[in-house]
């Protein structure tokens, strides 16, 4: 079994800062792409950032500039650092991986649980 487990959501004023982190454990062969994403009430879920295994990134307009994903190949952890937070940033954030499994020859997707994030003005 793979799982994918987020940490580091909290409550921040604006213009605060926090960071996310998603460890990938398990019976882990290889990490493909990872992604965050997040959900505000009553809206669909958006994509924030992606990484590609070799460290090439890609951004939501929303988040450029002020977020930054990183990601620990030997660890199988993702990072996502969040600076100058708006009240809009608020939602759940969720990590998402491709993985092969070292049971199997195929690719599959997991979700993290989510963590929530609230920035008050």
């Known amino acids: 079994q793979v799982q994918l487990v987020e940490s580091g959501g909290g409550s921040v004023q604006a213009g605060g800062s926090l960071r996310l982190s998603c460890a990938a454990s398990?019976?882990?062969?290889?990490?493909?792409?990872m992604t965050w994403y997040r959900q505000a009430p009553g809206k669909q879920r958006d994509l924030v950032a992606v990484i590609h295994p070799g460290g090439t990134t890609v951004y939501a307009d929303s988040v450029k500039g002020r977020f930054t994903i990183s990601r620990d190949n030997a660890k199988n952890t993702m990072y996502l650092q969040m600076n100058n937070l708006k009240p809009e940033d608020t939602a759940v954030y969720y990590c998402?991986?491709?993985?092969?499994?070292?049971?199997?020859?195929?690719?599959?997707?997991?979700w993290g649980q989510g963590t929530q994030v609230t920035v008050s003005s």
């Open positions: 398990g019976s882990i062969f290889n990490i493909n792409i």
């Open positions: 998402n991986a491709d993985v092969k499994p070292s049971y199997s020859s195929k690719w599959q997707n997991y």
